[in-house]
């Protein structure tokens, strides 16, 4: 007689109340503030102070905060919000470029002093930024260009060694040698190699080291702060800090600035996430992209 086959039993994957916890705890940490931001925008300097933190007042005051907050000072903080653009937006792309060539040219060409520039790169990952504030302020103070946007723009793109390190990991192993050899055999050059040949597989690692770059130009505080004098040159940040700095010198005499201060803050977020959610879309096409095997 032949037996009868049994069907095997799907193991179900085994649960850690442990590692439920800590999850619980860590998505906790990380969207109370946010989830704090949103009631507290919607609240007025009173019931800031009188009633509980975690939870909204009887009236919502949301879109009149939005409202103050831009009409305020003549509309500073709008003025604010485009610079904040303007040096994120200019810095990334520019910081970006760099690095997807440099990174690029230290993983597929060899020549001499490769590996010791490449090692000073990662030396230059452990300095921090505020101990190149001082010197960066004086070079530019000499050359002229303090309390304009290139103060924050140039210093921004040449300022993520990390960039060019994680371009460079990412190309080594992205990118074979023999798609490079097979466009220079059809005649192609170096930059073409580059931007049409191979700039699909480093698609993933372009929008990583954007995103990276653009988060980090939005809420620089302290590169502005010594680089700007006028307040409308201001990023966000450095606006947002002076609005403060007046409620706080005033005694509460402008205490109408703490909710600017609190809505500006939930309104600076929102273009953080477009453009995390536009440039996630890179990252999708570009992983199925290099799955495939042509």
Avoid: C
């Avoid at 009631?39 to 103050?68: M, R």
């Avoid at 309390?147 to 390190?165: C, E, K, Q, R, V």
């Avoid at 939005?218 to 307040?231: A, E, G, K, T, V």
């Amino acid at each position: 007689m032949s037996a009868t086959p049994v069907k095997a039993r799907k193991a179900r994957p085994k649960r850690s109340t442990i590692l439920t916890i800590g999850m619980l705890a860590a998505a906790a940490y990380f969207l109370l503030p946010l989830f704090w931001l949103v009631v507290a925008s919607t609240k007025t300097t009173g019931d800031l102070f009188s009633t509980f933190g975690l939870w909204f007042a009887g009236e919502n005051n949301l879109f009149t905060n939005i409202g103050n907050t831009f009409t305020a000072d003549d509309g500073a903080f709008g003025q604010w919000l485009g610079n904040s653009l303007l040096y994120a937006v200019a810095s990334a792309l520019g910081g970006t470029f760099l690095a997807a060539l440099g990174g690029y040219g230290f993983a597929k060409y060899r020549f001499k002093g490769n590996r010791a520039m490449f090692m000073g790169v990662l030396g230059a990952m452990a300095v921090p930024s505020t101990a190149l504030a001082i010197p960066t302020y004086l070079l530019f103070s000499q050359a002229g260009l303090t309390d304009t946007p290139w103060a924050i723009i140039l210093p921004s793109m040449a300022s993520h060694p990390f960039g060019l390190y994680f371009m460079r990991i990412y190309a080594d192993s992205a990118v074979p040698d023999e798609l490079i050899e097979s466009g220079r055999i059809d005649g192609a050059g170096d930059f073409r190699i580059f931007f049409q040949v191979t700039g699909r597989l480093l698609t993933p690692a372009i929008a990583t080291i954007m995103l990276f770059m653009l988060v980090q130009t939005w809420n620089n505080y302290f590169l502005p702060l010594i680089m700007l004098n006028d307040p409308a040159l201001y990023p966000v940040t450095v606006g947002l800090a002076n609005w403060q700095g007046q409620a706080a010198s005033s005694g509460g005499a402008s205490g109408d600035y703490i909710p600017l201060v609190v809505t500006g803050s939930l309104i600076s977020i929102f273009p953080l996430i477009v453009a995390f959610l536009f440039l996630q879309r890179y990252w999708t096409t570009g992983l199925v992209s290099g799955s495939v095997k042509q």
